[in-house]
C-alpha cells in the first residue's frame, strides 16, 4: 500500500468510525422502578442502542413532576447532547392524574416527546398478543388481561426478551388502533391506546 493510499484508508475509516458518533441519541425518562426501565433497558441491550439512556424518577409524583425531572435532568446531563427527550406515561385513572394536561403543555413548550398509554404500558404489551380495543376500568384489569397470554407475568420480570419478536406486529396493532380513535388529538388519550410505538418506532431506526 503506498502512502497516499494507505492516508485515505485511515481517513476512510475515520469517517467511519465518526458516523456512529451522529446516531440520535435519546434520553428515556420513567416514572416507574420496574416495568417501564426494565423494558427499555432490555430493549436497549438487546439491539446494542449505546446512543440511548434509561433513567428513573426518583421520587414520582404525578405526570407533570416527570417531565420537569425530565428537562431537570436534560439540562444536568454533561457528559452527551441529546437529539430527543422521551417521558414513558401511564394515564391510569384520569380522574386521579389531573397534571396531565399540564405536563402535555409543559413538555410541548420544552421540546419533550411523551410515550402514553391509556391505562397502562401493559397496553403496548398486549398488542404484541392481540389487537384488542376494548376499554379497560384500570391497570390491575389490564394486567389480567394480559396474563391470559403470559400466565406468568409481573411487574418486575423481564417482558422485552419474551416479545420482541412481535415487536413490529405491536408497532402496526398500535398505530392502526389509535387511528381508529376520531377524538385523538395528541392531548386526549383514550381508553384503550398507547403511543409507546412511535419511541419503538425511534429506537429501530437507530439500530437499523
Given amino acids: ?32 422502578k420496574e416495568t417501564e426501565p426494565r423494558y427499555f433497558n432490555d430493549l436497549r441491550q438487546y439491539n ?20 420537569n425531572y425530565a428537562i431537570k435532568r436534560r439540562g444536568n446531563e454533561r ?6 427527550v422521551w417521558c414513558i406515561l401511564d394515564v391510569e385513572n ?11 403543555q409543559t413538555a410541548r413548550k420544552a421540546k419533550i416527546s411523551l410515550a402514553i398509554s391509556n391505562p397502562a404500558i401493559e397496553y403496548w404489551f398486549l398488542l404484541h398478543f392481540t389487537e384488542s380495543d376494548k376499554p ?14 403470559m400466565a406468568n407475568y409481573e411487574k418486575n420480570v423481564s417482558i422485552y426478551p419474551r416479545i420482541q419478536g412481535q415487536t413490529r406486529i405491536a408497532i402496526d396493532r ?8 376520531t377524538d385523538y388529538n395528541g392531548t386526549n388519550h383514550p381508553n384503550p391506546c398507547t403511543t409507546i410505538y412511535q419511541l419503538v418506532k425511534v429506537l429501530i431506526e437507530i439500530k437499523n
Fill in 136 to 149: 379497560y376500568h384500570n391497570a390491575p384489569s389490564l394486567i389480567r388481561e394480559l396474563k391470559r397470554h
Fill in 48 to 67: 446494542a442502542l449505546r446512543s440511548v439512556k434509561v433513567v428513573v424518577d426518583p421520587k414520582p409524583i404525578d405526570s407533570l413532576s416527570l417531565v
Fill in 79 to 84: 457528559t452527551r447532547d441529546f437529539d430527543e
Fill in 94 to 104: 384520569p380522574i386521579n392524574n389531573t397534571t396531565l394536561p399540564t405536563a402535555i
Fill in 1 to 32: 500500500m503506498t502512502k497516499n493510499k494507505k492516508r485515505d484508508y485511515i481517513a476512510d475509516k475515520r469517517r467511519v468510525a465518526g458516523s456512529k458518533e451522529e446516531l440520535r441519541t435519546i434520553l428515556i425518562v420513567c416514572n416507574g
Fill in 174 to 181: 398500535a398505530e392502526k388502533l389509535l387511528n381508529k380513535h
